[in-house]
T-cell receptor
Framework: NAGVTQTPKFQVLKTGQSMTLQCAQD?????MSWYRQDPGMGLRLIHY???????DQGEVPNGYNVSRSTTEDFPLRLLSAAPSQTSVYFC??????????????FGEGSRLTVL | AQSVTQPDIHITVSEGASLELRCNYS??????LFWYVQSPGQGLQLLLK??????LVQGIKGFEAEFKRSQSSFNLRKPSVHWSDAAEYFC?????????FGKGTRLHILP
């Protein structure tokens, strides 16, 4: 009953370091996405993917990279961490039918602190 | 591009009272609309969704929402709140392969 699995759950980085947040889903969902959640800002879309080999930018893509080599995995890379990237990150997946996205299934979140 | 506005950052209601959380969206075509809830320290759970058809949709935990195209709104309602409903509520709109969330409304319940 895994659903969407994110690792790590907690991470502390120093400014300038790079890291990858991992996301895997076992529901055979075509659609996957990354959000960041900050107090008073709701969830903001970073990047999304409608299938293997296809990715696109969301609302706040700067400073982040993604790739989608398999249906199951959608890692989020921070290239050079900045304090402004301190946040809680959520990965989510969904079916994608007739070009529309359905209900999002979320991971438990990854809390990232950049010093 | 689509957008979502939740005008109320905080709402406080007494236990047993009725509740309405407001959501206005902007999207040029027919939207898919969602309400999610996030309890303290928890992940996000879908309350209900509107894709098409009946404009009054029922969800889990006794919640309902009404889609009003003329007002670009999708307000969430509950006739009688329980202390366990204290949480943050997010409205979201799907369009152009993206699901965009509002900034959320935090619901406080008075005993």
């Amino acid at each position: 009953n895994a659903g969407v699995t994110q690792t790590p759950k907690f991470q502390v980085l120093k400014t300038g370091q790079s890291m990858t947040l991992q996301c895997a889903q076992d529901m055979n969902h075509e659609y996957m996405s990354w959000y960041r959640q900050d107090p008073g800002m709701g969830l903001r879309l970073i990047h999304y993917s409608v299938g293997a080999g296809i990715t696109d930018q969301g609302e706040v893509p700067n400073g982040y990279n993604v790739s989608r080599s398999t249906t199951e995995d959608f890692p989020l890379r921070l290239l050079s961490a900045a304090p402004s990237q301190t946040s809680v990150y959520f990965c989510a997946s969904s079916s994608w039918t007739s070009g529309r996205t359905g209900e999002l299934f979320f991971g438990e979140g990854s809390r990232l602190t950049v010093l | 591009a689509q957008s979502v506005t939740q005008p109320d950052i905080h709402i406080t209601v007494s236990e047993g009272a009725s509740l309405e959380l407001r959501c206005n969206y902007s999207y040029g075509a027919t939207p898919y609309l969602f309400w999610y809830v996030q309890s303290p320290g928890q992940g996000l759970q879908l309350l209900l969704k509107y894709f098409s058809g009946d404009t009054l949709v029922q969800g889990i935990k006794g919640f309902e929402a009404e889609f009003k195209r003329s007002q670009s709104s999708f307000n969430l309602r509950k006739p009688s709140v329980h202390w366990s409903d204290a949480a943050e509520y997010f409205c979201a709109v799907e369009g152009d392969d993206k699901i965009i969330f509002g900034k959320g409304t935090r619901l406080h319940i008075l005993p």
